[in-house]
């Protein structure tokens, strides 16, 4: 679909608002629809998280918890009485063909194919997706090509002790100028740009995807395996590329997640293994690079 077509769709749809759906949409639908359940987030979006749980993927030996690194996920903003959907899908390399196939014919955009990391075992690739219209219908196509791959659709099961942080997230914390978030032995920061981020017309939220994501899983000790993705215009993508690699931090991917996004975004990859705190710095020499909120 072009652009000029995209626009006049997404007119389109702002004319024919349901006020209901606008001021409070139902969700439930498109749950059922995908085959699984996720929650309205502070900025309005319907997420759905599809963690590879059932995947046992290792790098420069250490095992990957899903959180850390494989954590697909898909995404509903309202858009009038419609919405707009993104989505990030983990996939293993013979999933791909057909989970794509089945995508393009339920009307599914793929707007991106690749690694996040190196050297992981077994090879795990990323599939980000676009649509917009019905949201139930945006789901049913969805379920499909997910349902090609083997993804789990049901919610962990919640009985199992959490493996805890280790290092000093508080320091952590402190050093980077933000604060994360706990998730089991996964320590994770969001950091939204200073700028919107649109698609379309549509402002793309951070829980869409726009934001920085900033990943730390404990190693041992005061250590920590760090990945996750910078979101950079062009003119921050080599000062950031060079602060990385100064502080000892590896660049492991380069690319784009949407098509017509504005302004034209990049998004980079990364992964060490060290103490936590070196990491956290290096990390914050990368961030002062970049325009992000303040936090």
Known sequence: MTLPTRLAVLIAAATLVTPS??????????????????????????????????????????????????????????????????GDIVLTQDEVKPVMKKLQEGGIEITALHNHLLRAEPMTLYMHVFGQGDPATLATALHAGLALSKTPMENAASGAAQPQIEFDAAGV?????????????????????????????????????????????????????????????????????KAMQDNGIEITALHNHMLDEQPRLFFMHFWANDDAQKLAKGLRAALDNVAVKKS
């Open 21 to 86: 759906f606008a001021a409070n949409p139902d969700w439930s639908q498109v749950g059922k629809a995908l085959g699984k359940g996720g929650t309205t987030q502070s900025d309005g979006v319907y997420r759905v998280g599809l963690p590879r749980t059932d995947l046992k993927v290792s790098l420069d030996g250490v095992s990957l918890k899903p959180g850390f690194a494989l954590g697909g996920w898909i995404a509903f903003e309202p858009m009038g009485n419609q919405a707009m959907v993104m």
């Open 173 to 241: 914390d402190q050093t980077i100028g933000y604060t994360g978030k706990a998730n089991g032995a996964v320590y994770q920061f969001t950091i939204p740009r200073a700028e919107p981020v649109e698609e379309n017309g549509m402002e793309v939220p951070a829980s869409m995807g726009s934001a920085i994501a900033i990943n730390f899983q404990s190693t041992g000790g005061a250590k920590a395996a760090i990945t996750g993705d910078f979101v950079l215009t062009a003119k921050e993508v080599n000062p950031v590329i």
